[in-house]
């Protein structure tokens, strides 16, 4: 198995600058030099996703490319957490009309609206239309969408484009893992696997050493 991150990284974060996190990007930027990271994505959820829960703009998402680490030497990149909104290959990929070069597929109760029964070829036509442009798939084996998915289908089709998946280190925290079923697809796919906090407040990045600590029980990591 490959992990494509170490402790020192994280590509699954959100600011309070242009989604639903607690925590500036200054400030995220600063606590991560603090605790020796190296290098993270911040990946503010979608437009479709904001306009659901109602976020209130804080920033233009245009300022991003003003912005510069003038904290440490921790390397930020900028992306978006899409949303899979129905049964085609239609997603959400922008943030204020602005779309990015680091994207994670992801599906939210509130925003995918069809029958969960075919979660799987939803999956599977957004990855055939996209894929050039994902970089990996959200924590797939949640529990509110697990029971629906075909993981030796929808694992051929990522193994097919190389699409890394993640464990999310928040879901297993709080329980909402199907951890069966992710300890299955880890097997399907060929391996490439990030393990992301999926952070919304700082003490979320404290969860991430339980991630690595859960692949080394199953015996899926060996250091």
């Given at each position: 198995?490959?992990?494509l991150?170490t ?20 400030e ?10 190296k290098k ?31 904290y440490?030497?921790?390397e ?42 075919n979660?799987?070829q ?6 055939h239309k ?11 084996c ?12 929808l694992?051929k089709?990522?193994?097919?484009y ?6 999310n ?6 329980e ?5 079923k ?27 050493l ?11 990591i060996w250091?």
């Open positions: 198995m490959k992990i991150n402790i020192n990284e994280d590509y699954h974060m959100h600011s309070i600058n242009w989604s639903d996190g607690m925590c500036t990007v200054d995220i930027v600063q606590y991560v030099g603090w605790i020796w990271m993270i994505a911040i990946t503010d959820h979608s437009q479709v996703e904001q306009d659901k829960d109602g976020f209130v703009r804080k920033t233009w998402r245009s300022h991003k490319n003003r912005w510069k680490n003038i440490n030497d921790v930020v990149v900028f992306g978006v957490e899409w949303d899979l909104l129905d049964e085609e290959w239609n997603c959400c990929l922008d943030i204020q009309w602005k779309e990015s070069d680091f994207c994670i597929l992801s599906c939210h109760n509130e925003v995918y609206e069809w029958d969960y029964k979660i799987t939803a999956y599977i036509n957004a990855i996209n894929h050039k442009k994902i970089n990996l798939m959200w924590h797939i949640s529990k509110f969408t697990s029971k629906y998915l075909d993981l030796d289908v694992a089709v990522l193994n097919q190389q699409i890394p998946i993640e464990l280190c928040y879901y297993l925290h709080k909402r893992t199907d951890c069966e992710l300890n299955k697809l880890i097997h399907l796919v060929e391996a490439w696997v990030y393990v992301n906090s999926d952070m919304h407040v700082l003490n979320d990045l404290n969860f991430r339980a991630g690595f600590n859960y692949l080394k029980k199953q015996w899926l250091s």
